[in-house]
Nanobody, 115 residues
Framework: QVQLVESGGGLVQPGGSLRLSCTFSGNIFSRYAMGWYRQAPGKQRELVATITRGGSTNYADSVKGRFTISRDNAKNMVYLQMNSLKPDDTAVYFC?????????WGQGTQVTVSS
C-alpha cells in the first residue's frame, strides 16, 4: 500500500519561501506520476503542480514562475519549492501519487502566508 507523508509546511511572511517534501513508500516510486494539490478554507482542492515519471512538469497558472516541482527517484521523494509566497497561497498542501487506476493522497501540510 502506498503511503505519502508531507512535511515542510509552516508560517511564512509574504514574499518568503518554503520547500515542501513528500516521502513515498510502499511501491516502486519511479512508476508514479506525482503532484501537489492544495485546499484553502471553504474552497475545493486544486492542482498546484504535477511531474510525470519522465520529469515533465505542469503548473497552475497562479503559481507559474514562483513554484517548482521536482522529484528524486533515488530517495523516493517529491518536492515543491515555493518562492514569492502570497497570502492567497495559504492552504493545506497535499501530495498525490498516480499510476494506472491507482490514486493516493497524503494527509496534507498547512502553509500559512501572513505578516
Amino acid at each position: 500500500q502506498v503511503q505519502l507523508v508531507e512535511s515542510g509546511g509552516g508560517l511564512v511572511q509574504p514574499g518568503g519561501s518554503l520547500r515542501l517534501s513528500c516521502t513515498f513508500s510502499g511501491n516502486i516510486f519511479s512508476r508514479y506520476a506525482m503532484g501537489w494539490y492544495r485546499q484553502a478554507p471553504g474552497k475545493q482542492r486544486e492542482l498546484v503542480a504535477t511531474i510525470t515519471r519522465g520529469g515533465s512538469t505542469n503548473y497552475a497558472d497562479s503559481v507559474k514562475g514562483r513554484f517548482t516541482i521536482s522529484r528524486d527517484n533515488a530517495k523516493n521523494m517529491v518536492y515543491l519549492q515555493m518562492n514569492s509566497l502570497k497570502p492567497d497561497d495559504t492552504a493545506v498542501y497535499f501530495c498525490n501519487a498516480r499510476f494506472a487506476t491507482s490514486d493516493y493522497w497524503g494527509q496534507g501540510t498547512q502553509v500559512t502566508v501572513s505578516s
